[in-house]
């Protein structure tokens, strides 16, 4: 298998992205958005100290720390088929160790659930480095603007497996930290006028994207 050509530094944020094999739904409703939300949240200990499946049967007896995580997690969004993250590694190989075990976990409850057999996810997650805070910015409205491009609702407020509600302080969570794009704005209104004002927009290059891309 060829080494992955983007390094994962510490400090750096990166576009996270992984679809099912052949594209089958695997994100089918709350349960399983559920389930890979706590994964995302157990796994970015430093040190879990079991592993998911037996966690999911005592969480009492493995409370989770999140002083130190190995990623933030900055931003996410789980569609039918796919994931989009924006993660900043924390720790020396904490993006790979976190999208391992979140995927594999993930993967290791739906092959139990729908007796699947083979590969859940296509090979590798796709990591894009992000350079810039304008990229990040621009990266953000497009992961909550994907349910609204994909026509799955009219408006991304209403999709409820994605951040953005967070982002508009319309709910709470502690494993996802938005403060790194909302500090780009003068207020959450001021994110969410960013966000809309690109729907449109973005739905044309959706229809046209297979005529543009190189």
Known sequence: MPRRRVILANGEIYHIFNRSIAGIPIFKGVRETDIFLEAMRFYLQLKPPTKFSIYR???????????????????????????????????????KNFMQRVSNSFAHYFSIKYKKRGHVFEDKYKAVHVETEEQLLHLSRYIHLNPVTAYLTEKPENYPFSAYLLYLGQNNTDFVDPSIVLSSFSSRKKYKDFVLAQIDYQRTLKEIEHLILE
Do not use: W
């Open 57 to 95: 049967k005592s969480k009492a007896r493995y409370p989770i720390s999140l002083e130190e995580k190995i990623v933030t997690i900055i931003n996410y969004c789980l569609m039918p088929n796919h994931f989009h993250l924006i993660l900043r590694q924390e720790k020396d190989d904490g993006v």
